[in-house]
Each structure stands twice: as C-alpha cells, then as structure tokens.
Nanobody, 122 residues
Framework: QVQLVESGGGLVQAGGSLRLSCAASRRTLSNLAVGWFRRAPGKERKFVAAINWSGRSTIYEDSVKGRFTIFRDNATNTVYLQMNSLNPEDTAIYYC???????????????WGQGTQVTVSS
C-alpha cells in the first residue's frame, strides 16, 4: 500500500487559485496512476482528477474541467493539482490515491490519508 501525504490546502477567495501536492515517502509513484478526490461537507467523497504514470493521460470530473489541472513530477515523486477559478462549491477536503492505472481509479475506496482542507470564501 502506498502511503501518500496531501498538502497545499488553505483558505482562498472565490476566483483564486491553489496548488495541492501529493507526495509519497516510502515508494516511487513513477509507475502508478494518481488521482485526486474530494469530500465536501455533508457529502460523499467524489473523484476529481487522475493522471497516468507517464503524465500523458489525464481525466477530470466535469465540474472541474478547464479550471483544474493535474500534473506530475516523477523526479520529485510528487503529483500536483493546480486549481484555478475556485468557487465555494470547491470547498472540501482533498485526498489523493495511487493505483495501477487510471481505469481503476474512480472506484478507489481507501484507505485514505488525512487529506488537505480547501476552503473557498464567497
């Protein structure tokens, strides 16, 4: 099981940007797909975006397309989620996960790390 640590969350005004990081400390992520998920207050955790091992293939949930970009730096063993044009509906705890391929990412059910809180004020 890959242990991942999320960071980069914070409080931002609507229209602002944040960059989240997902890092692995005990093994390489370079041969794994990585995905981002989020859980808004009172709601279930949902898929946000994923990237394949090489970075050449990405998928996004419809509500973040054009605003969020997932990318990776295998040299530093880190996957990022650049979030632009944030709105209050993006307020959630954000989690990352690693799996063998993008194809099996959306049904990932845990275990989860602590996540990083993103709060967007109106």
């Amino acid at each position: 099981q890959v242990q991942l640590v999320e960071s980069g969350g914070g409080l931002v005004q609507a229209g602002g940007s944040l960059r989240l990081s997902c890092a692995a400390s005990r093994r390489t992520l370079s041969n794994l797909a990585v995905g981002w998920f989020r859980r808004a207050p009172g709601k279930e955790r949902k898929f946000v975006a994923a990237i394949n091992w090489s970075g050449r293939s990405t998928i996004y949930e419809d509500s973040v397309k054009g605003r969020f970009t997932i990318f990776r730096d295998n040299a530093t063993n880190t996957v990022y989620l650049q979030m632009n044009s944030l709105n209050p509906e993006d307020t959630a705890i954000y989690y990352c996960a690693a799996r063998a391929t993008i194809a099996v990412m959306k049904n990932f059910s845990g275990p989860w790390g602590q996540g990083t809180q993103v709060t967007v004020s109106s």
